[in-house]
């Protein structure tokens, strides 16, 4: 008896688990299959599924025909995806640049008003980042930085919420191995390459997809600092071509393929480190 309400369990369990993954992937499915229909197709109703008519004329109008037609201010999809891919990657760089060995310093290196900062980074981050966009524009335009990459990138490589999720994970390095390393002679700078690197990897590749996928999706503050089309990330460009035909619903669900395709790629490419950064939480000595 106590076996068969096992395996029910087991069974209602896994219906349940099903049930919610096709309530969650069953939108996403729709945005594929819309951008694969005539234009103007889902305006019916009630709106169709499956397209009666397969076609791939909102990717052509899209990625081909408005790269080589209308003005050279347009808004254009594949400069974008050239743009987000620059501005997302140096972000990603220069954020890991900054906050991992920022991370190590708060949780393993004794400094003079190290708790206090750190404090005062725990009560920053409660504040809301809209609260900061005002002063920090008016920042860039003093020093010459609107409308340019810079500007985007600059304001959010020293994340504090990268630089503990690190310190979370520097916590659990054994100190017996890092003075061990010191009385072997090791630097600091040679401590940090070669043996706390190594063991924050899943933690590392975990921080990269996070601070990727924040400034590729990010789109009020590009919105804000860039002014010249041509130099619009994705999300922008999508969102003024969206403004432009709001009315066919097939061309916008392309456009929402194009834009979510590459990060959908990056993180099934990427789960292994991203699942083993996120359930281990630590390292182990």
Do not use: C
């Amino acid at each position: 008896m106590a076996v068969r309400r096992r395996t029910l369990r087991a069974v209602a369990l896994n219906a349940a688990v099903a049930l919610l993954t096709a309530v969650t992937l069953l939108p996403l499915v729709w945005m594929v299959l819309v951008s694969f229909m005539p234009r103007y197709a889902s305006s019916a109703f009630p709106p169709p599924f499956w397209p009666a008519r397969w076609t791939g004329e909102n990717y052509y109008e899209l990625l081909v025909r408005r790269q080589f037609e209308g003005a050279w201010f347009d808004y254009k999809v594949v400069p974008a995806i050239w743009n987000s891919l620059g501005v997302a990657a140096v972000a990603t760089l220069l954020g890991l640049l900054l906050t991992v060995p920022a991370g190590y310093a708060f949780a393993k290196l004794r400094f003079t008003g190290r708790e206090r900062l750190l404090k005062l980074l725990l009560a920053l981050l409660v504040v809301p980042g809209q609260v900061a966009m005002l002063p920090l524009f008016l920042l860039l335009r003093e020093v010459g930085l609107v409308n340019s990459y810079a500007g985007v990138i600059l304001p959010s490589l020293a994340g504090i919420f990268a630089i503990l999720f690190v310190r979370q994970a520097a916590l659990s390095i054994p100190d017996e191995m890092l003075d061990a390393a010191r009385l072997d002679g090791a630097s600091e700078g040679r401590i940090f390459v070669s043996i706390v690197l190594p063991l924050l990897a899943p933690i590392t590749v975990t921080l990269a997809l996070f601070i990727f996928l924040g400034s590729w999706n990010d789109f009020l503050w590009p919105l804000i600092v860039l002014s010249d089309a041509h130099r619009y990330t994705l999300p922008v460009a999508v969102a003024a071509i969206v403004r432009e035909h709001a009315a066919d619903g097939e061309l916008m669900m392309a456009a929402a393929v194009v834009t979510t395709l590459p990060v959908l790629l990056l993180f099934l490419s990427l789960q292994r480190f991203y699942i083993g950064g996120l359930l281990g939480g630590s390292v182990k000595g």
